[in-house]
C-alpha cells in the first residue's frame, strides 16, 4: 500500500503545483526578491522529494528481492529440493543455449544477465544516462565560463587599484613641482623684480589642470573598483549555484554508470544493441527449444508457490538456486545497491530539510505565511519526501 500511496501523493503533487501555476500564484510571488528566493527553493525542494520519492520505490523493489531470497533460503528441504532440481535442468539448458549464443553475443556474461534482469528499465535508463551527461557537460562548461569571468574581473580590479597608487604618486609630484615653480617664481619676482604674472598663471593653470586629471583618474578607477566588485560576487553567487547543480548531476552520472557497469552512454548503447542482437538469437533458440521452456514454467510454478514478489527473475539466475554463493553474492549486491540508495535517500532528505527551514524562514519574513496554495504546495511536498507532520 505504501508504494501505491506515493505514487499517489507525487500525482497529488504535481496537481497543486499546476493549481499554482494557472492561479498566477508564482507570478505573484516572483514579483518581490523574497518571494523570488521562495520560489527557487520550492522548486529545488521538489526536485529532491522526487528524487526521494524514486530512491523510496526502487528501495522497495530492492527489499522486496531481498525477501525473496529469504524465504528460499527458510524453505523446507524437501520444497527446496524440488526447487533446486527444477533450476538446476534450467541452468544446464541455459549453459547450452548459452553456448549457441556465444558467437552472437559481443557483451559479457555479467552485463547481458544484467540487462536481462532489467530490461525493461534499460530505455529509459540509457536516455536518462545520455540526457545527464549532457547537462553535465553543459554546466561544466558554464561553471568554467563563470570562473572566467570571475578572474577577469579579478584582473581589472587590481589593475585600478595599481592605477590608483600611481595616481597618488602622481598628485604627489605634481605638488612637489608646483611647489619648485612658485619657489622659483618668487625668487625671480623679489630678487630681481620681473614681471613674472604670465608665468604664475601658467604654473597656476598647469598644477589646476594636472590636479583635475588626477582627480578624475582617481574617480574612475573608484568606481571601475566598485563595479568588478559587484561583479565578482554576484559571479560568485552564480558560480556557487552551478557548483550544487554539478556535484547533483555528477553524482546522477556516476549513480547510472554504476548501476549498469559503463563508462559512458554511448558505451551503454552499445551494449544494448549487442544485448538485443543476443536476445533475438536467443529467442529463436527458445522457439525450438521445449525442454528449456517446459522447466521455465515448472520453475516459476514452484517459486509462486513460495509467494514471493518476483518468481521470473530467477529463470534468468537459476545457478543461485542450486549454488549457495552465487545466491550469496546476489544478495551481497542487493545490500550494497539499497545501501546506496539509502544514501542518495539519506543525502536528498537532508537537503530537504535544510531547505524547508529557509522556506519557513523566507516566508515568515516575506508575509507569505497565509498563503493557501502555497501551505498546500509545501503540505503536498511533505508528504512526498516524507516529513508530513506525525
Known amino acids: 500500500m505504501g508504494f501505491f500511496k506515493r505514487r499517489k501523493d507525487r500525482a497529488g503533487l504535481e496537481k497543486v503545483m499546476e493549481d499554482v501555476k494557472v492561479s498566477g500564484g508564482l507570478e505573484e510571488l516572483s514579483a518581490n526578491p523574497s518571494g523570488s528566493a521562495l520560489i ?5 525542494v521538489m526536485q529532491n522529494a522526487r528524487e526521494i520519492d524514486d530512491g523510496k520505490k526502487e528501495y522497495y523493489i530492492v527489499t522486496s ?3 525473496d531470497i529469504e524465504l528460499i533460503e527458510n524453505l523446507a528441504p524437501d520444497q527446496a529440493e524440488e526447487i533446486r532440481k527444477a533450476a538446476d535442468y534450467v541452468a544446464k539448458l541455459n549453459q547450452a543455449r548459452d553456448q ?3 558467437t552472437s553475443k559481443r557483451i559479457s556474461d555479467a552485463q547481458f544477465q544484467m540487462m536481462q534482469r532489467q530490461e525493461e528499465q534499460i530505455p529509459d535508463a540509457i536516455k536518462n544516462l545520455r540526457v545527464n551527461e549532457e547537462y553535465q557537460a553543459t554546466v561544466k562548461r558554464d561553471m568554467q565560463y563563470l570562473e572566467g569571468e570571475k578572474q577577469e574581473w579579478e584582473i581589472l580590479k587590481k589593475d585600478c587599484r595599481r592605477s590608483r597608487t600611481r595616481m597618488r604618486k602622481a598628485s604627489f609630484m605634481l605638488l612637489f613641482a608646483a611647489a ?3 619657489a622659483l617664481l618668487l625668487v625671480l619676482s623679489m630678487g630681481f623684480e620681473y614681471d613674472l604674472r604670465y608665468a604664475w598663471i601658467g604654473v597656476i593653470t598647469a598644477a589646476l589642470l594636472g590636479a583635475a586629471y588626477i582627480v578624475f583618474r582617481l574617480e574612475s578607477s573608484r568606481r571601475d573598483i566598485l563595479q568588478a566588485e559587484t561583479n565578482i560576487n554576484y559571479a560568485i553567487i552564480l558560480l556557487n549555484k552551478v557548483k550544487i547543480k554539478y556535484v547533483n548531476i ?5 549513480y547510472g554508470r554504476d548501476r549498469f557497469h559503463v563508462r559512458d552512454s554511448r558505451e551503454f548503447e552499445y551494449q544494448w544493441e549487442m544485448y538485443q542482437n543476443a536476445m533475438r538469437e536467443q529467442e529463436k533458440y527458445r522457439k525450438t527449444n521445449e525442454d528449456l521452456n517446459y522447466y521455465y514454467d515448472k520453475l516459476v510454478g514452484l517459486l509462486k508457490k513460495c509467494e514471493l514478489y518476483d518468481s521470473r527473475v530467477w529463470i534468468e539466475q537459476p545457478q543461485a538456486l542450486v549454488e549457495q554463493k552465487e545466491m550469496v553474492e546476489i544478495k551481497h549486491n542487493l545490500l ?4 546506496k540508495l539509502r544514501s542518495k535517500i539519506a ?3 537532508d537537503i530537504v530539510k535544510k531547505e524547508r527551514g529557509e522556506i519557513d524562514r523566507l516566508m515568515k519574513s516575506s508575509g507569505e505565511g497565509e498563503n493557501v496554495q502555497l501551505l498546500d504546495l509545501i503540505r503536498s511536498i511533505d508528504k512526498l519526501a516524507g516529513m508530513e507532520s506525525a
Open 347 to 349: 543525502y536528498n532528505l
Open 100 to 102: 549457441f549464443l556465444n
Open 180 to 182: 619648485s615653480a612658485a
Open 336 to 339: 550494497v545497491r539499497r545501501q
Open 40 to 44: 527557487d527553493r520550492c522548486e529545488k
Open 65 to 67: 528481492y531481498l525477501n
Open 250 to 254: 555528477t553524482n546522477a552520472v556516476d
